[in-house]
């Protein structure tokens, strides 16, 4: 079977409509999942079934039944079956069996007979299976297998390849995530990935539905257009219904022959003073739930449309403002946004289907770390609707790639380039009304490559992202920015200071800090890669830093011979100055201890530099927001989703209302404030110096006022009012103090702190007598504690150790005789424990006070 033919089973435009004449069964219970020698028949003989979840992965069925998932699994066939109960088609029904998404390449049969045949992971499938069914069905899908088949050899070549994946990867419309060996060697995603389920379609079928928002002069303007085809009969009337903050508005739609039987409705809304979507940071995303009242002959029928949003988008100030020239600015109802956030990787790698609960949980700690745009990269897999909803609720701008990364695609083959334009158009679709769509992208880092092989960046754009891609966007018309590339931009498309960039000179090729602003960076689609180490499980259990298990969560660059655990080495000893090699052999517990905080500090500090208001930057999106394996990979979460020290690093970086400081050299030092909320702030401004990490030596507060999505930059010594050298560059003696601390309280009693250590960080550990750091809890119903902590002298890097519970601020400094509170929420199935507290500068744990 050709990967890319257009066999049975008609492809589907996907829309978000639900009809409520329809019932759906979803066919996710009794699934068995078994591998067979590649080409074998369909014969279950002699196979070994094992329990299977649908929607689900060959990966997902062999951890579920305790079995290792670590082989390839490209290599041979799986076949995964259900039988289920369903009768025939009534009069005046339809029955369509929908499939979301098989990987890759299959067949699936139904009562023994087959009805569709896919070759693409991201192209779903409906069939008329009415007269097929017969009370007692039994459904089988075949996965062929992969491997034999990237060894073909086809035309036509490549212009050039990559070391990320298997070239003959480029024919297959599957996930380069599970086959890329440098970052994500496995397992691979192979079998029906998203929901299989009957659908018995009465009354009305919607063969496609455009909803798209817009606001023109602060009038909120909602369009639509759905094609209709009525069971028994033609549509009479037709309505848009508007709900939410803004009222209730309704507008009657127009209706038309649109041939072979359908009827095409569209129609217009306008909605004066509209509530406007905003990013969680800058405002509140309000949503809008929209639906059709349509009359059919069987009688009135409500089509659900999803929800929309109002926003303004705009990209850069000036009129010629060129994506490529100038990068990303976005400004979103007049306001400019500083996008920050991650590069995504799916909430269960090998499932691929985690429930709604456990995808919600990800992305509030999105939300809480105040990101606010997620990348979702070509080498992944398109989301679910789930996922987009949650995104739009939660105020989450994305920034779409289509799923096209480094290969040179033979888009010439008609085969390939009518499977191209199916999975674009339904993409398209099914993204193109939602308020949280903010960049679609055509590829992952296919011009880079191009240039980096020495060859013209140009052969990277060609007709697929040049012409055919940025075309259906256009046709569909979508309110995002077209970034054909990322990078893209410049003489090169990696230099950094043009266009859309991935920046990794702080990171991967061992950068100073200030690179991250002689750079020039204008928007960073990739950056910050760094061996984030995790946090011990709850058993304890220190990983074994020589352990192939320890060694393979370590990201490589394919073809290196360094790899990430050396970058996170060298800001070690740049930084902390501390001998890596000497350290990891002779105290591995204070090395990993040490190891995860220096990245989320480096992190932060290349944030803060981007986010001055003087900074060219508009926004960076760090690789990435969780592993995709156990061990020390680049995400800021680890693989069961839970934080690491640097997300927390990171999380007071990112906030919406933020403080900061930069060490400018003989300009002094810089406290800074970001304000991104919709409301002026107003407040204290205190700053404390310290010597020997206790003695107070200067101290000074003054009010201090930022305006609505505005920043403030005060220097230390200005509020001081004397010279005081705080950044140490004068030198004119020892430093009189070693630790700079600020505290901005607001009006609302909110509060943000801040430390700078001039003469390097206070890493010596001293007695938890001499640091006397303490804590206490306080119940705050729900199962949520209040933690009280306090020092006699400035503890640095404190952590809180709360088995059974998250804390929503981690990685501390406290400032000698202060109370620092946080609160505590529990973890769903995780028991309590006792909590003790560590700190960088502290030998030993505390025990915290019950």
């Known amino acids: 079977m050709s990967p890319c033919a257009d066999a049975p089973g008609r492809p589907v435009t996907v829309t978000r409509a639900n009809v409520d004449a329809h019932e759906r069964i979803a066919l996710a219970d009794g699934w068995s999942a078994a591998c067979a020698e590649p080409g074998a028949g369909l014969s279950a003989d002699g196979l070994r079934w094992i329990p299977a979840r649908v929607p689900g992965t060959a990966a997902g069925a062999l951890r579920d039944a305790g079995l290792a998932a670590g082989g390839d699994l490209d290599a041979e066939d799986w076949l995964f079956r259900t039988s289920f109960r369903a009768d025939p088609a009534a009069a005046g029904e339809e029955v369509v069996l929908c499939l979301d998404g098989i990987a890759t390449v299959a067949e699936v049969h139904l009562n023994g007979e087959r009805v569709c045949e896919v070759g693409s992971m991201f192209e779903p499938r409906e069939i008329d299976v009415g007269a097929l069914l017969r009370g007692e069905n039994e459904l089988l899908i075949v996965c062929r297998a992969l491997g034999p088949l990237l060894e073909l050899q086809r035309r036509p070549r490549a212009r050039w390849r990559t070391r990320i994946a298997p070239s003959g990867l480029r024919f297959f419309r599957t996930m380069i995530l599970g086959r890329a060996p440098g970052f994500a060697p496995g397992p691979a995603a192979v079998g029906p990935w998203r929901e299989v389920r009957l659908e018995r379609r009465r009354t009305l079928t919607v063969d496609d539905l455009r909803v798209r928002a817009r606001v023109d002069g602060g009038v909120g303007v909602l369009t639509v257009q759905a094609l209709l085809r009525a069971i028994g009969g033609e549509v009479r009337s037709a309505a848009l219904v508007l709900q939410g903050p803004s009222g209730e508005h309704e507008s009657r739609l127009s209706i038309a022959p649109a041939g072979d039987g359908a009827q095409l409705a569209r129609g217009e809304l306008r909605v004066p003073g509209v509530e406007r979507w905003w990013p969680h940071t800058h405002g509140t995303?309000?949503?809008?739930?929209?639906?059709?009242?349509?009359?059919?002959?069987?009688?009135?029928?409500?089509?659900?449309?999803?929800?929309?949003?109002?926003?303004?988008?705009?990209?850069?100030?000036?009129?010629?403002?060129?994506?490529?020239?100038?990068?990303?600015?976005?400004?979103?109802?007049?306001?400019?946004?500083?996008?920050?956030?991650?590069?995504?990787?799916?909430?269960?790698?090998?499932?691929?289907?985690?429930?709604?609960?456990?995808?919600?949980?990800?992305?509030?700690?999105?939300?809480?770390?105040?990101?606010?745009?997620?990348?979702?990269?070509?080498?992944?897999?398109?989301?679910?609707?789930?996922?987009?909803?949650?995104?739009?609720?939660?105020?989450?701008?994305?920034?779409?790639?289509?799923?096209?990364?480094?290969?040179?695609?033979?888009?010439?083959?008609?085969?390939?380039?009518?499977?191209?334009?199916?999975?674009?158009?339904?993409?398209?679709?099914?993204?193109?009304?939602?308020?949280?769509?903010?960049?679609?992208?055509?590829?992952?880092?296919?011009?880079?490559?191009?240039?980096m092989l020495g060859l013209d960046p140009s052969l990277g754009r060609g007709e697929l992202f040049g012409e055919l891609l940025p075309g259906l966007v256009e046709q569909a018309a979508v309110d995002a920015c077209w970034v054909p590339s990322a990078p893209c931009g410049g003489d090169l498309p990696f230099r950094p200071g043009a266009g859309v960039a991935n920046y990794f000179g702080v990171g991967g090729y061992l950068g100073e800090i200030s690179d991250a602003r002689r750079a020039g960076v204008l928007f960073a689609s990739e950056c910050l890669a760094f061996s984030n180490v995790p946090d011990e499980p709850a058993s304890g259990e220190r990983p074994d830093l020589r352990s192939e298990a320890w060694r393979a969560g370590i990201p490589r660059d394919a073809g290196a011979d360094w790899d990430f655990e050396d970058v996170r080495d060298h800001y070690l000893r740049s930084e902390y100055g501390q001998d890596p090699a000497t350290l990891r052999s002779a105290d591995p517990a204070r090395y990993l201890e040490l190891s995860r905080a220096v990245t989320g500090e480096v992190m932060a500090q290349v944030m803060g530099e981007w986010r001055r208001a003087s900074s060219p930057c508009g926004g960076a999106l760090i690789l990435w927001l969780a592993d995709v394996m156990p061990g020390a990979g680049w995400g800021v979460l680890d693989d069961r989703r839970e934080p690491k020290a640097a997300y927390h690093h990171l999380r007071r970086a990112l906030a919406p209302v933020a403080l900061w400081m930069i060490d400018e050299g003989l300009g002094g030092v810089l406290a800074h404030v970001a304000n991104d909320g919709p409301e002026p702030l107003h407040g204290q401004l205190r700053v404390l110096l310290l010597s020997r990490g206790e003695q107070p030596v200067g101290e000074a507060a003054i009010d201090v006022h930022v305006p609505a999505h505005g920043h403030g930059e005060w220097n230390i010594e200005a509020v001081l009012g004397r010279f005081v050298d705080a950044s140490w560059a004068y030198r004119f003696g020892p430093p009189a103090q070693d630790a700079i601390l600020l505290t901005l309280t607001t009006q609302a009693g909110a509060a943000a702190h801040a430390a700078h250590f001039p003469a390097g960080r206070p890493l010596e550990p001293e007695s938890i007598e001499s640091i006397g750091l303490s804590g206490r809890l306080r119940p705050l119903g729900a199962g949520e504690l209040e933690l009280t902590m306090a020092c006699r002298r400035l503890a640095y890097g404190v952590r809180i150790h709360a088995p059974g519970h998250r804390p929503q601020d981690d990685c501390l400094t406290l400032e000698p005789g202060a109370e620092r509170r946080v609160t505590l929420r529990p973890v769903p199935g995780r028991p309590p424990a006792p909590i003790t507290l560590t700190a960088l500068n502290l030998t030993g744990a505390v025990q915290v006070e019950p």
Request: glycine content about 10%; aromatic content about 6%.
């Open 285 to 451: 995303p309000a949503l809008h739930d929209v639906h059709l009242r349509i009359d059919a002959p069987a009688g009135e029928t409500r089509v659900d449309a999803g929800r929309v949003g109002f926003r303004e988008l705009a990209f850069g100030g000036p009129a010629d403002h060129d994506v490529e020239r100038d990068g990303l600015a976005i400004h979103l109802n007049g306001v400019p946004v500083f996008a920050r956030g991650a590069l995504w990787t799916p909430a269960d790698p090998v499932g691929m289907a985690p429930r709604e609960d456990e995808l919600r949980g990800v992305l509030e700690l999105v939300r809480d770390a105040g990101m606010n745009m997620l990348r979702i990269p070509g080498t992944g897999a398109y989301e679910s609707a789930t996922f987009h909803d949650l995104c739009d609720e939660l105020g989450i701008m994305l920034w779409q790639d289509l799923m096209f990364a480094n290969f040179d695609y033979p888009i010439a083959d008609p085969d390939f380039r009518a499977v191209v334009e199916r999975e674009a158009r339904d993409a398209i679709a099914s993204l193109g009304g939602r308020p949280s769509l903010t960049v679609l992208c055509g590829n992952s880092e296919v011009e880079q490559q191009v240039a």
